[in-house]
């Protein structure tokens, strides 16, 4: 779920570029292959889109909240659903400090 943002681009890269290169990763220790070193930045830089869209998804949300004295059913359902679609967003970040 916390990559889904990170393949969708590089899916829309794919389709709309031409020359891409496909990288394959080291999966574990053992494996030989170039080793790059990391460079120091916090640990959440590599998920700043994602976080930028958490804070818009939140933000969304929390002025349908506010924006009206009595929230009806189809604002708590925009509510919920602004909600749900950051999930992914927030399991980036959450996967970004480990």
């Given at each position: 779920?916390?990559?889904?943002?990170?393949?969708?681009?590089?899916?829309?890269?794919?389709?709309?570029?031409?020359?891409?290169?496909?990288?394959?990763?080291?999966?574990?220790?053992?494996?030989?292959?170039?080793?790059?070193?990391?460079?120091?930045?916090?640990?959440?830089?590599?998920?700043?889109?994602?976080?930028?869209?958490?804070?818009?998804?939140?933000?969304?949300?929390?002025a349908?909240?506010?924006?009206?004295?009595e929230?009806?059913?189809?604002?708590?359902?925009?509510?919920?659903?602004?909600?749900?679609?950051?999930?992914?967003?927030?399991?980036?970040?959450?996967?970004?400090?480990?």
């Amino acid at each position: 779920m916390a990559l889904s943002h990170a393949i969708a681009r590089g899916v829309l890269k794919g389709l709309l570029t031409r020359g891409g290169t496909f990288h394959v990763t080291r999966k574990g220790a053992e494996q030989p292959g170039p080793v790059r070193p990391a460079a120091p930045q916090a640990p959440w830089f590599a998920v700043r889109e994602e976080a930028l869209l958490l804070a818009g998804l939140m933000l969304a949300a929390a002025a349908l909240w506010v924006g009206s004295a009595e929230t009806t059913a189809q604002q708590a359902a925009w509510m919920a659903l602004l909600l749900l679609q950051s999930l992914p967003y927030a399991a980036a970040l959450s996967c970004a400090k480990r």
